[in-house]
């Protein structure tokens, strides 16, 4: 597996960003390849959700299905796939005054099917940056936005 790890400071209260990532109706607002959320359910598991998605990695579309598998209010949350694309979100978030300390850790494999037509370098690099543009893209959402319903 593969790491990309981040953090950024957002200047919006903690339970904001908490309540807009734990949604995963959003990742395709914020997360640039995101391509669509389907089948959205409450998990039975959590307090998350369960969902199927698309996505393109390196040009390449997958799809797969999610669940949130730790759901601590303000504090943690953990969504994985198993189907598509393995990976695992993790998101902390840690109050700072009026604002949040929001850290990733994003670990995901690389399609072997993906390797025969792109460089693993290449993929590497593509990942870190799109990391980088989410997370700033969350940041610009939360602050310049007005809270969502």
Do not use: C
């Amino acid at each position: 597996m593969k790491t990309i790890t981040r953090d950024i400071q957002i200047d919006t209260p903690i339970e904001r960003v908490f309540e807009f990532l734990a949604d995963p109706n959003h990742l395709p607002e914020f997360w640039p390849n995101f391509i669509e959320v389907k089948n959205v359910k409450k998990s039975k598991a959590s307090d998350g959700f369960t969902f199927t998605w698309d996505y393109k990695m390196s040009g390449v579309r997958f799809e797969g299905k999610a669940e949130t598998v730790e759901y601590l209010p303000y504090d943690r949350l953990v969504i994985n796939s198993d189907k598509g694309l393995e990976n695992s979100i993790t998101w902390r978030f840690q109050p700072t005054g009026r604002g949040t300390h929001l850290m990733l850790k994003f670990e995901y494999q690389i399609p072997a099917s993906l390797l025969k037509r792109t460089k693993e370098e290449i993929v590497l690099r593509e990942n870190e940056h799109e990391v980088d543009a989410m997370l700033q893209n969350v940041k610009s959402i939360l602050e310049l936005q007005p809270a969502y319903a």
